[in-house]
T-cell receptor, first 115, second 117 residues
Framework: NAGVTQTPKFQVLKTGQSMTLQCAQDMNHNSMYWYRQDPGMGLRLIYYSASEGTTDKGEVPNGYNVSRLNKREFSLRLESAAPSQTSVYFC??????????????FGPGTRLTVT | AQSVTQLGSHVSVSEGALVLLRCNYSSSVPPYLFWYVQYPNQGLQLLLKYTSAATLVKGINGFEAEFKKSETSFHLTKPSAHMSDAAEYFCAVSDYKSSGSARQLTFGSGTQLTVLP
């Protein structure tokens, strides 16, 4: 069991370039989430997907798009990267049936720098 | 909207000393509360959680937290710090959005714990 995997681990982009961050899980979890982590700000929710086929905006969705490709995969796309999107991006999942306990399982993160 | 405040972005303790990391929350409904730990260059791991059962919650690695409704607090403690406890710690509160179908977590800004030899 790999758990939650994220690719790439590191990425440097120039302003205006686009890229897709990939997240995959092999735990058969229903809900998936994308966060960004910035110093002194904790984690902020970008988008989430409650189940396959649905996506919703979180706290900071501007400049991002997401796709829930299937139950396993949830991708985050930056169409035109900006320096303000320099951050560490985390994917997280929640199993079906854990509604009350709501523990999230996190991937190792993607460190993105936009110059 | 729910919110979490972690008092002290940096806390230093000596090895063997008491660890106390503070967390206060605001919530209009009974909350679910969590503490996560993040070691350098890793994702977050759950330390412990409060889901309206016992108010004193025990977690992994000797950590525990007490839910105090009157103080809207959920402080994290460990009686004796170990060098391996050095990490960043995040308090989080659950938030059910009526317009969505999945619970969301609101995180505090984090507390970096340094353990001095």
């Amino acid at each position: 069991n790999a758990g939650v995997t994220q690719t790439p681990k590191f990425q440097v982009l120039k302003t205006g370039q686009s890229m897709t961050l990939q997240c995959a899980q092999d735990m058969n979890h229903n809900s998936m989430y994308w966060y960004r982590q910035d110093p002194g700000m904790g984690l902020r929710l970008i988008y989430y997907s409650a189940s396959e086929g649905t996506t919703d905006k979180g706290e900071v969705p501007n400049g991002y798009n997401v796709s829930r490709l299937n139950k396993r995969e949830f991708s985050l796309r930056l169409e035109s990267a900006a320096p303000s999107q320099t951050s560490v991006y985390f994917c997280a999942t929640v199993p079906k049936g854990q509604f009350l306990s709501y523990e999230q399982y996190f991937g190792p993160g993607t460190r993105l720098t936009v110059t | 909207a729910q919110s979490v405040t972690q008092l002290g972005s940096h806390v230093s303790v000596s090895e063997g000393a008491l660890v106390l990391l503070r967390c206060n929350y605001s919530s209009s409904v009974p909350p679910y509360l969590f503490w996560y730990v993040q070691y350098p260059n890793q994702g977050l791991q759950l330390l412990l959680k409060y889901t309206s059962a016992a108010t004193l919650v025990k977690g992994i690695n000797g950590f525990e937290a007490e839910f105090k409704k009157s103080e809207t607090s959920f402080h994290l403690t460990k009686p004796s710090a170990h060098m391996s406890d050095a990490a960043e710690y995040f308090c989080a509160v659950s938030d059910y959005k009526s317009s969505g179908s999945a619970r969301q977590l609101t995180f505090g800004s984090g507390t970096q714990l340094t353990v001095l030899p």
